[in-house]
């Protein structure tokens, strides 16, 4: 990759990103993504505005997972009265090898830090039987390495 930031995550935006695959081996965690956005105080951007990038590729090492579950929910009628809830649940081992097969429809709500609990959170959405299901990713790491080809022009608005 022609691109490199190292231990710079608050420079990178994944969020409303295309989830393009999502994988954890031992301690590394590798998430491509498209439509990434690479800001404006980026050492890599010398546009010095907010940039995409096709594809990225973000490896984070010595990666623990804290917790991976499905999130819940809270249906409301129009009058704003709570119809049902549902709290979000730790996934099974079964679960979570399904929530890591990334398919062609996935996409990423937010990658966030979480500086209360010490951890960072992966948050996406995707389709599993006709119902969009939103799962969460608690997890720590030691380092980072985002890499990606080329940008692809600038994010308006």
Known sequence: M???????LKTIKLDEARLVSLKINGDQMVVQAEGAVIRADDPNNTRFEDMYCVLLELVLYHVQVKSFCLQGYKYYDADGRLL????????????????????????????????????????????DDGQINTYELEFTFDG???SWEHFSGPVEG
């Open 2 to 8: 022609r691109f490199r930031t190292v231990n710079s």
């Open 84 to 127: 049902e809830q549902v709290p979000s649940r730790p996934l099974s081992e079964q679960e979570r090898q399904k929530a890591l097969d990334v398919g062609e429809d996935v996409w990423i709500f937010r990658l966030e830090e979480d500086p209360e609990k010490d951890v960072y959170r992966l948050i996406y959405d995707m389709e």
């Open 144 to 146: 980072s390495k985002a």
